[in-house]
Nanobody
Framework: QLQLVESGGGLVQAGGSRRLSCSISGFNLDYYAIFWFRQAPGKEREEVSCIRSSATRYADSVKGRFTVSRDNAKNTVYLQMNSLKPEDTAVYRC?????????????????WGKGTLVTVSS
């Protein structure tokens, strides 16, 4: 069964760090780009990062603070978040897109996780 499950959310103070995990089952990580999206209350969903093989891309709002990585042996993608700000508070969801290399237009998402809430207190 195709599944993406996020974990690692919680409450963290501004300036702190948090690592999110996206555990993937039912498909081969090598053939999919894995995204992190986030959505804060009352705001539109925002793409945070993308990774496929050695290709990565980040939103300007998180560049230099967030790092995406993958462990193929564990079929897991991580989002290391440092220097967190209150405006990083959101539900973070991972997603998978087949045949995409983290460049060019994105036309749709194949699979979604349910999300994990990150709350950054000031």
């Amino acid at each position: 069964q195709l599944q993406l499950v996020e974990s690692g959310g919680g409450l963290v103070q501004a300036g702190g760090s948090r690592r999110l995990s996206c555990s993937i089952s039912g498909f081969n990580l090598d053939y999919y780009a894995i995204f992190w999206f986030r959505q804060a209350p009352g705001k539109e969903r925002e793409e945070v990062s993308c990774i496929r093989s050695s290709a990565t891309r980040y939103a300007d709002s998180v560049k230099g603070r967030f790092t995406v990585s993958r462990d193929n042996a564990k079929n897991t993608v991580y989002l290391q978040m440092n220097s967190l700000k209150p405006e990083d508070t959101a539900v973070y969801r991972c997603a998978a897109v087949g045949g995409y290399y983290c460049s060019g237009l994105l036309y749709g998402i194949d699979y979604w996780g349910k999300g994990t809430l990150v709350t950054v207190s000031s």
